[in-house]
């Protein structure tokens, strides 16, 4: 095989070889043939949490289908469904998803698996949306979880260890519009002073700095619902400016990829990501890392973060601010507790970033930092049974499921 890169460019596979069944019936019989397979969605993910040194299964050939159940208030996705995919035909059923990730490019299973999160001091991360999953276990075995089985909140997010999602069924509700609006130039001393109010100004709120000005935000987004109360101004509120035109999140980039701002209301699915499907989002080539720390700590781990200003900056192009909801699935970055989340958009050079992240990693400490598990951490340094309550029932629920891994 030729060698073969995530989407970011910072990984080359280690996998030997890679399938790409086209049906559940062929991964089926595939999958108790293969040497440590492992489940390869849309290739976003900057950690090795879908290499392996044995054989990659990719989703991109399996079938696509969304089916709708209004009554039930689901929406049925198999597991190569993209959220570019998914967003539109909700929409056109009049219905919609309570959140989504900055991007919609990424496969809905492999967002669900990696504890892949939106914005929202009310909201969970993506994987809260699961009301069921099917799996196709590595013995060939396809299993379906609802509600009210009691594997289910360990395998939702399952880091692709216990099979290939073939289908997951995703809560809806009706469809809305949400207003995306940038202030600049926003005091931090201000902003740390009462981040729960900073963080209610809308359903979902983004802090963005590339520590270049370590008093100053570059940027905060403040996307509200059409269907809830207006809050106060949010320049006035933050002490900032309005922005005038179009903003990429990261300062001096071409806004075009980013969806609409200045207050102009429109579908959830064209707002509530900060990159429009139909573009390349983010920088494109790109190291991306996240900690995930209990909000009663978020203060002090944003301080941690100021007093290392001048050795992110060399290394970083944007770093991003944002609240996730507590939830009770084993392996998610808000596990029992609401957490903000502290994300890093890196330039693409490996070697500077993994000078950074000793320092970056100890200041996190102490405030009991999750990493997320589709990006880039020191994963020898972890130790998961301290930071996650669940950790041992999931490699219990691993070793009765075959986990690969």
């Known amino acids: 095989m030729s ?93 919609a998803l309570a959140n989504l990730a900055s991007l919609s490019h990424i496969t809905v299973a492999g967002a669900v698996a990696t504890g892949t999160h939106g914005s929202g001091d009310d909201t969970g991360s993506l994987a809260t949306q699961v009301r069921a999953l099917e799996v196709v276990g590595w013995d060939g075995e396809l299993r379906r979880l609802g509600t009210d089985h009691p594997d289910l909140p360990g395998a939702v997010v399952s880091l692709g260890r216990l099979g290939v999602v073939a289908a997951l069924e995703l809560a809806v509700e009706p469809s809305y519009e949400v207003a995306q609006t940038v202030v600049e130039q926003v005091p931090l001393d201000r902003v740390l002073a009462d981040l729960d109010a900073v963080t209610a100004l809308g359903c979902s709120v983004s802090l963005f700095t590339t520590w270049t000005s370590p008093d100053v935000l570059d940027q905060v987004w403040v996307k509200r ?12 509120a933050l002490e900032g400016r309005l922005a005038e035109g179009q903003r990429h999140p990261i300062p001096g980039v071409d806004p075009a990829p980013a969806t609409e701002q200045g207050g102009v209301p429109g579908p959830w699915w064209t707002r509530l990501p900060h990159f429009r499907a139909d573009h390349v989002p983010s920088a494109g080539r790109e ?38 909801a507590a939830d009770d699935l084993w392996l998610s970055g808000a596990h029992g507790t609401d957490v903000v989340g502290l994300h890093f958009t890196w330039h693409l050079d490996p070697a500077a970033v993994a000078a950074v992240l000793p320092e970056l990693e100890t200041r996190l400490a102490p405030f009991a930092a999750r990493p997320h598990w589709g990006k880039v951490y020191r994963e020898g340094e972890l130790d998961p049974a301290s930071l996650y309550p669940r950790w041992r029932d999931w490699l219990d629920l691993g070793a009765r499921w075959g986990a690969s891994g």
Do not use: K
């Open 287 to 324: 190291i991306q890392s996240e900690w995930l720390v209990p909000r009663r700590h978020a203060v002090g781990a944003v301080e941690a973060l100021r007093g290392m200003a001048d050795r992110l900056t060399p290394v970083l192009q944007v770093c991003e601010i944002r609240t996730v």
């Open 225 to 236: 619902r059409g269907d809830r109360p207006t809050g106060p101004d949010p320049a006035g």
């Open 3 to 95: 060698p073969r890169t995530n989407w970011g460019g910072n990984l080359v596979y280690a996998a030997t070889g890679l399938v790409e069944p086209v049906s559940i019936a062929e991964l089926q019989q595939l999958l108790p043939t293969l040497e440590s397979p492992r489940a390869l969605g849309s290739r976003h993910s900057f950690s090795r949490v879908a290499d392996t040194t044995g054989v990659q299964v990719s989703t991109a050939s399996l079938p696509r289908s969304v089916e709708v159940d209004s009554d039930r208030s689901v929406v049925r996705v198999e597991g190569g469904v993209r959220y570019a995919e998914l967003c539109p035909a909700l929409d056109r059923a009049g219905l």
